[in-house]
């Protein structure tokens, strides 16, 4: 069973990632809009949807997902001025346009869809994280959060998630 305590906490866990992420601003604009409008309400959701049986709020939150596109890399006029020695930039338009070499593809989302992502992390993916060896590199969950998976719910919880 998930509890209110559980997404509580798995929206902290959210809001720290969004604090320190750098690239997806989207993020923080869905962090500050959900806890100004119905916070208390939406965790209620979110918490009802787990222990419920009623999934049609789960298929609206899928709706409201989108994806933005950002410049990650334009080609610029001025590559030889740069290529020969420093280049100042400003926000000063400098060219009638602008070609786009690479984009960023940045998933914006509710809220509920990240938290219940979190939450998925927190649980399966501290289950997931304790069968690989020591000797395994990357994004790993860590040590606190395993513990949190472990103190709090039940696996019978988490195998209904």
Not at 89 to 118: G, R
Request: net charge negative; with cysteine.
């Amino acid at each position: 069973m998930i509890s209110k305590g559980n997404v509580l906490s798995a929206y902290n866990c959210l809001k720290s990632y969004a604090y320190y992420e750098n690239l997806n601003f989207y993020l923080k604009a869905e962090i500050a809009k959900f806890e100004n409008t119905g916070f208390d309400r939406k965790i209620k959701k979110v918490v009802d949807l787990f222990n419920g049986d009623d999934k049609s709020v789960f298929d609206q939150w899928l709706q409201g997902i989108n994806v933005e596109i950002l410049p990650k890399k334009i080609k610029s006029h001025l590559e030889s001025e740069q290529s020969n020695g420093a280049l100042f930039l400003s926000n000063n338009k400098t060219a009638s346009e602008y070609i786009v070499e690479s984009v960023n593809y940045l998933v914006v989302a509710p809220v509920e869809i990240y938290l219940i992502e979190t939450l998925w992390s927190i649980y399966v993916g501290s289950l997931l994280d304790e069968n690989f060896t020591n000797y395994t590199y990357g994004n790993r969950v860590s040590n606190v959060v395993k513990k949190y998976a472990r103190d709090y719910p039940t696996e019978e919880s988490i195998s209904s998630v």
